[in-house]
């Protein structure tokens, strides 16, 4: 939208370069970050523009948020490749990076349910063999 507020734009960046919504309304407004936030509420709700191109940079936040999973986990290799040190050290280090995977998976499944989220496999196959005079014949009963 042409009249829009640079400072959403300005917000939107924020958010994309790995900010919270908080934060950036913070960066961007930092005595009135409430009310400039809850703006932009009210403008996710009134330019679909705005609000589109807020949906994009959260799904790329989730892609962000899995690749950090990578990050860890590749961390977690590198700590128990290492011979040095304490093993007792050693496991603890990669045991953290897998309960920081393990979170960052349960956020990213959250912020992308239909890429990252658990896939439910639902067969049903059951039979209903009422007719209408079958239910006439119970609402008489």
Sequence with gaps: ???RD??????????ADGDSLTAACKAVAPKKHGQ??????H???????????????????????????EEA????????????GDPATLNARVHARKNLADGLKWIAARKNRRKYGDKLDLDVDGKVTHTFADLAKKADE
């Design 36 to 41: 400039f936030r809850r703006q932009f509420y």
């Design 43 to 69: 403008a996710l709700v009134a330019d679909p523009e705005l609000a589109l191109n807020y949906a994009r940079v959260l799904l790329l936040d989730a892609d962000r948020t899995f690749e950090r999973i």
């Design 73 to 84: 986990l590749e961390d977690g290799v590198t700590v128990a490749d290492d011979k040095k």
């Design 6 to 15: 640079k400072k959403y734009d300005k917000l939107l960046d924020l958010v």
């Design 1 to 3: 939208m042409a009249g």
